[in-house]
């Protein structure tokens, strides 16, 4: 007679499966970003399968067009902002810091960005998102304006506003032009939310 197996055992040979595929998800990212960095986000999907080491069959099953592999890449931004800002917490200058690193990720993912942009805003997914990042923004910015580093009407909702500053600059650029106009956009963000950065050590 046959042995049930018990929960443990259950438990113990799923995990693996499900690590696996946690795994799978993440080299799937990693390897989208770096080819849609090099090739651009029209790039073959067999290109990102291939440099993950995976089948296609794997992909479709984590991501299943280009669009929901752009959502996950998407995704882990956010969740990579709401880390920078949770430990940036009570930090006065922790607004001038997450908005430096929003200016740099938006560099260095340009391709990315321009993807989003072109996005149907009105989408109940692209809303979710915007809220999302507005709402990472929220205690930097109450930190801010409570230590005078930054102008005392600033508010969350206006990093969006930065943020498409920046984006702009850097739509359909040339990667040798953006570094320079990413400065320079840089600049009128300092300017304009009057943003006062911690002194240099």
């Known amino acids: 007679m046959s042995r049930k197996p018990s929960a443990e055992s259950s438990s113990s040979a799923s995990t693996p499966r499900r690590s696996d595929a946690v795994q799978n998800r993440d ?3 990693d390897a989208a970003e770096a080819v849609f960095l090099q090739e651009g986000v ?3 999907l067999d290109a990102v399968a291939q440099r993950a080491g995976v089948g296609r069959a794997t992909l479709f099953r984590h991501f299943a067009d280009r669009h929901a592999l ?3 890449l998407l995704e882990r931004t956010l969740a990579t902002i709401e880390g920078e800002a949770a430990r940036g917490a009570g930090d006065p200058y922790a607004l001038a810091r997450l908005l430096r690193f929003l ?3 938006l560099l260095a993912r340009a391709p990315l960005t321009e993807y989003w ?3 149907d805003h009105d989408s109940a997914e692209f809303q979710a998102a915007l809220a999302r990042f507005v709402a990472a923004f929220e205690g930097p910015v109450a930190a801010a304006v409570a230590a005078g580093t930054c102008r005392a009407d600033f508010q969350a909702a ?3 506003l930065l943020a498409s500053l920046l984006g702009g600059a850097l739509y359909a650029r040339a990667p040798g032009q953006r570094s320079q106009l990413a400065a ?3 600049q009128l963000m300092v300017q304009a939310a009057q943003l006062r950065e911690p ?3």
Do not use: E, K, M, S
């Open 27 to 29: 080299r799937l990212l």
């Open 42 to 44: 029209q790039a073959p």
């Open 70 to 72: 752009i959502a996950g």
């Open 103 to 105: 200016a740099q990720h």
């Open 117 to 119: 942009q072109a996005c």
């Open 158 to 160: 206006d990093v969006v």
């Open 184 to 186: 320079r956009a840089w």
């Open 199 to 201: 002194a240099a050590p």
